[in-house]
């Protein structure tokens, strides 16, 4: 095992690191739970449409939680544990990746907000004027 690996899995044992590792679970707790919600409820529906929203926004930093949980479980030499977190991890991108659903705070205001961070990001980068350039004018 690498140095890197072994300070990890040491970390992990600490209480620090014991307490980063069970929000992690938390986090893909909840977004399963959700996703179950998403499944059983009525189409269009305003529990569908949170239960979607809290997927959505859960399911990546779940995929990590799950991921980093399994490197460190393999570092460790815990097959058992490496075998269903692997299996989480699956289904986990599967459920993202398949199931496109049409209701979801991301659909509508998540493209906004998309688009207004592009325009603030975007502004600062227009390049100078020749003219202003000449001057030693700085760039509007």
């Known amino acids: 095992m690498s140095s890197g690996l072994a300070s990890a899995v040491q970390f992990a044992g600490s ?34 449409y949170l239960a979607n929203t809290v997927f959505r926004s859960l399911v990546v930093p779940a995929i990590l939680a799950t991921a980093v949980r399994a490197l460190l479980d393999a570092a460790s030499g815990v097959w058992p544990n490496v075998t269903a977190g692997m299996f989480v991890l699956v289904v986990l991108i599967y459920r993202w990746r398949t199931d496109t659903d049409e209701d979801s705070w991301w659909k509508g205001k998540g493209k906004a907000l998309g688009r207004w961070f592009s325009r603030r990001a975007a502004f600062g980068l227009r390049p100078a004027s020749a003219a202003a350039m000449q001057a030693g004018l700085p760039p509007r």
């Open 15 to 48: 209480l620090p690191g014991s307490i980063l590792l069970l929000l992690g679970q938390a986090v893909v707790v909840v977004c399963a739970c959700s996703d179950m919600v998403r499944l059983l409820s009525v189409p269009r529906s305003h529990r569908r």
